[in-house]
């Protein structure tokens, strides 16, 4: 029985393609990926750099730098403290000493000066030069106690202007949320409508910086991806699967560092609006510990003349005991009255002498105060200038670690496709493979007969012979 077999087969070319393909992506599959390449792959984060280092143990060493200042402050308050406790002292003593005067010698002079009130007009002159001395130390000329009273009084206006930039101060405390802070006139002393909004401390031209770095890096990430495709062009494989894959974790990639630059560029903003506006309220506390501190001096000034003015107001009454002294004429009454007068004039001006004393100590203790308030504007410059030297040396070591990690990732990147290259390249030859296979389908067919076995011979010869016998033995029929 003759068996018949029929068979499609494709160009032999193709086949020959075929095999190929198969016996190369054999290879490629019995070769995993070793420790080394794995390792290559995996993603790594960039060291910490020299300045953000340097920020870090900026930050820890200026921690508390301004303490000294504070206990410098406090000691200056602490001794001004006792010098007015002092003075305040000495004024009560002298006004217990000035009753104890008042008791002892002005009730007896009282009465001798009845008794000499109609001699006394010999001495008119020297009582005319004390009313002069007196005048003098009691007007408003550079000695007087009314100059005193006007130094005095500036510097009760020259303290009261300390408050504005107090004040001033205080309103650019806390966060920056754009609210308006009051200004106040430094020549009438009136609060103005706020004009100034703690915002305002930004940069106008943030948003234009802002767009414009973006704009470019916008550009440069277009022509990155015109790249991409044209490398994929140039080795054949536009609009593929490789080049898809390439495109997306680019633009990935790319949204993300866009993101991150959006938000450096406002970080930035911020922190430099926030030591700019420390920087005017540092400013602000300065001017308003320098404004006290003049006003202390006038202080001390107007006691200086207070007291230059008690000496001239003891000169005169000196005069007048002079010419008290010198009324010859004058009854016995009247000396006595006059030997009753001296010695309590004598203790007068030692207790205004004390009271002097207690004026000068006080101007002391003003001082003392003005130079703690100076101490604390030390301080607190120090610490305002620290933070700003701790935030540019963290800005710029932020950059340079955000640049090694760029670099980090695009290494990764570079490893992860050279070992991905021939997976890939065999997808791809995989993808035209079939495109043939499907677009030229079978083009060759055979029809085959097998040769006979020899049981199929032996037999058929069997049958020939048996009909050869029988014809010879029975005849045709």
Do not use: C, H, W
């Not at 003759?2 to 290879?27: C, F, H, K, M, W």
């Not at 930050?59 to 508390?64: L, N, R």
């Not at 609210?179 to 004009?195: E, H, K, L, R």
């Not at 963290?394 to 990147?413: M, N």
């Amino acid at each position: 029985m003759a068996v018949t077999e029929q068979r499609q087969l494709y160009n032999p070319q193709i086949e020959a393609l075929a095999t190929q393909y198969g016996t190369a992506l054999g290879d490629i599959g019995k070769r995993p990926l070793t420790g080394a390449q794995i390792t290559s792959m995996a993603p790594q984060v960039a060291q910490q750099t020299g300045l953000q280092q340097q920020a870090t143990t900026l930050a820890g060493a200026g921690v508390g730098a301004y303490a000294p200042y504070v206990t410098a402050a406090e000691t200056a308050g602490t001794t001004a403290g006792g010098i007015l406790g002092t003075a305040g002292t000495q004024l009560g003593t002298a006004q217990t000493g000035l009753g104890g005067v008042t008791a002892q010698y002005a009730a007896p002079a009282v009465t001798g000066l009845q008794g000499a009130q109609a001699t006394l007009g010999g001495v008119s002159p020297y009582i005319s030069a004390a009313e002069t001395g007196l005048a003098t130390a009691g007007g408003t000329g550079a000695l007087g106690l009314g100059t005193a009273g006007a130094a005095l009084t500036g510097a009760g206006t020259a303290m009261g202007d300390v408050s504005q930039y107090v004040t001033g101060a205080g309103g650019l405390t806390g966060p920056m949320t754009g609210a308006q802070m009051a200004t106040i006139d430094p020549t009438t002393g009136q609060t103005i409508t706020p004009t100034l909004a703690a915002g305002s401390y930004m940069s106008p031209y943030q948003s234009q910086v802002i767009d414009t770095t973006l704009a470019e890096f916008d550009r440069q990430a277009a022509m990155r991806q015109q790249a991409i495709s044209d490398a994929a062009v140039g080795v054949g494989g536009y609009g593929g699967g490789r080049e898809g894959v390439m495109q997306s974790e680019y633009q990935l990639g790319s949204d993300r560092n866009r993101a991150m630059i959006e938000a450096q560029l406002q970080q930035q903003g911020y922190t430099q609006a926030q030591a700019a506006r420390q920087a005017d309220m540092a400013a602000q506390l300065g001017i308003g510990g320098a404004q006290q501190q003049y006003a202390s001096g006038l202080a001390g000034l107007a006691g200086a003349r207070a007291g230059l003015a008690g000496q001239q107001a003891a000169l005169a009454q000196g005069q007048l005991g002079l010419g008290q002294a010198t009324g010859a004429l004058a009854q016995q009454e009247g000396a006595l009255a006059q030997g009753y007068l001296a010695p309590g004039q004598f203790a007068a001006g030692v207790l205004g002498q004390q009271a002097g004393m207690a004026g000068q100590r006080a101007g002391l203790g003003q001082a003392q105060l003005g130079l703690g308030q100076y101490q604390l504007g030390i301080g607190g410059a120090e610490q305002g200038m620290a933070g700003a030297d701790i935030s540019t040396v963290g800005r710029v070591g932020a950059a340079d670690q955000a640049y090694a990690q760029a670099q980090l990732d695009a290494a990764r990147e570079k490893e992860r496709m050279g070992i991905y290259e021939p997976y890939e390249r065999m997808g791809y030859i995989g993808s035209g493979l079939s495109g043939l296979m499907q677009g030229m389908g079978p083009q060759y067919q055979f029809s085959t007969q097998p040769n006979q076995t020899p049981l199929q011979t032996a037999l058929g010869i069997g049958t020939t012979l048996g009909g050869i016998y029988g014809t010879m033995k029975y005849g045709p029929g």
